[in-house]
């Protein structure tokens, strides 16, 4: 699976983005910094929403089924493994929709569904596949386009270096504590603190989307032609 992941990657780097570009190589990191930086901050925040969900829907319930309920492990597990299922259609549906529609507007709709799947976050005590089953479908709508519009952000000579910098940002900012601080509000203030959580990464990217929004701008105030 690794070599699978590893070949694929590798095969997206280095894909053809125009005559005379080559993305598969290596910027020196103080000239990525220097000239790149709002780039990679914008790259950075862009994902945090769905890089935050996707472990408040896998190991979050999981956690919070062993701490604060009686509900069995096992049926948890088996709705994720359906949730999963779902999120591999959802991604697919994803690209077909960003092929229609852009994949701005795409990772717009897939947030403003979080609002939605936050509310359902307190059925986690009776009914968890309700939260675990949406927010698997949401996942895959919004992870199958929020970091395939990074790598288009930066200039070739960055693209390889200045992608692979913001992902791991993200991961970090979005979901590297998410799980442990969903947990903390949960415990300590209650399941709609561990909501509120969630909410903050989904309103990060929509500002971050406004904000790529007012970049694609032109002079005359005129959106540019931009698939991503």
Known sequence: MNVASLVARLRLLTANFGADETPLQSAPFSELIRTQWR??????????????????????????????????????????????????????LSGILADKFTKRRVLRASVALLPILCL????????????????????????????????????????YSGSALSTNLSWIFGAAFAPLIGIFLASYVGLWASALFLLSGAVVTWITLRILDRQLMDSTGQRRDDTG
């Open 39 to 92: 780039t990679i901050a914008l790259s950075t925040f862009l994902p945090v929403a769905s890089y935050a969900l996707f472990l408040m829907v896998t190991v979050f319930p999981r956690s919070y089924t062993l701490l604060f309920t009686d509900y069995s492990m096992d049926m948890i597990i088996l709705y994720e493994l359906a949730g999963g299922v779902l999120a591999c259609g959802a991604v697919v």
């Open 120 to 159: 359902t976050i307190y059925t986690l005590d009776s009914h968890p596949w309700i939260y675990i089953i949406f927010g698997f479908v949401v996942l895959g709508l919004a992870y199958g386009q929020s970091s395939s519009i990074v790598p288009r952000r930066f200039p070739a000579e960055f693209r």
